[in-house]
């Protein structure tokens, strides 16, 4: 199994919003430059599906798979012969809140799916935080 992780403590933002901003799935194309748009009906919680749609990409089918309140959610993504899992986790310290996103791959294609998506993910995830925490600053 293929995994990255980035991880970023702040003092900027809570978890809670942090959650909020995570959890209005139907909103992350305005604060994630690589996403045209993304569609959820129902609630952010395990079992629900959305489809999101990457700018230059097909659009995918996404499901949570655990979402714990402020905490972590996890979502997984069917490729062909390989799945892609993205884990978020909000962690309170004594430093501020800790951010950490995990992308891993599992699968007999994962090695083409690494390179055609995954890779490129895990990259911008340093990136992507920083927006992410920018972000939920102002809800």
């Known amino acids: 199994m293929w995994k990255r992780t980035h991880s970023v403590v702040t ?11 995570f959890s209005d799935v139907n909103h992350w194309n305005t604060w994630d430059e690589g996403i045209e748009y993304t569609e959820m009906n129902g609630d952010f919680v395990k079992g629900t ?3 999101l749609k990457p700018k230059g990409g ?16 996890v979502d997984v993504t069917h490729f062909p012969l390989a799945k892609m ?11 501020g809140l800790k951010i ?13 799916w690494i ?5 490129n993910i895990a990259d911008a995830m340093p990136g992507d935080v ?8 102002k809800l």
């Open 58 to 73: 097909p659009k995918v089918k996404v499901e949570l798979l655990e979402t714990i309140e402020n905490r972590k959610f």
């Open 11 to 21: 003092k900027e933002i809570s978890k809670e919003q942090i959650w909020k901003l």
């Open 85 to 95: 899992y993205d884990e978020h986790e909000f962690e309170e310290t004594a430093d």
């Open 115 to 119: 390179k055609v998506v995954a890779q």
């Open 130 to 137: 920083k927006n992410q925490i920018k972000s939920a600053a």
């Open 49 to 51: 599906t959305f489809i």
């Open 100 to 112: 950490t996103n995990t992308i891993s791959v599992k699968g007999i294609l994962s090695f083409f």
